[in-house]
Nanobody
């Protein structure tokens, strides 16, 4: 079992930055893939970014490329999502997830473990 806890969400203005954290505990995640997704009411979870813990491969959704950065801290077993130049359309609940095949790491249905989510609101 893997437990994931997100933190770092909040209310910011357009153009501001936020850093989300996803702290993992339980079974080690160092052999797995960790992803960030976001969801707005009435819509499906949308892929944001993913990181392959072993080897460090990274992928981003086109909508966040160049603005968001995913990274990891091995010692803290934590994955971060640095979000810069935030836009109102980035407003959503952000979730981290773990344990998906890398080749399908942009699919929410492929992940076994999920955090509870953290709200990010960007005002215009």
């Amino acid at each position: 079992q893997v437990q994931l806890v997100e933190s770092g969400g909040g209310l910011v203005q357009a153009g501001d930055s936020l850093r989300l954290s996803c702290a993992a505990s339980g079974r080690t995640v160092t052999r797995t893939t960790v992803g960030w997704f976001r969801q707005t009411p009435g819509k499906e979870r949308e892929f944001v970014a993913t990181l392959r813990w072993s080897g460090g491969s990274i992928a981003y959704a086109d909508s966040v490329k160049g603005r968001f950065t995913i990274s990891r801290d091995n010692a803290k077993n934590t994955v971060y999502l640095q979000m810069n130049s935030l836009k109102p359309e980035d407003t959503a609940v952000y979730f981290c997830a773990a344990n998906a095949p890398w080749e399908r790491a942009d699919k929410a249905s492929e992940y076994d473990y999920w955090g509870q989510g953290t709200q990010v609101t960007v005002s215009s």
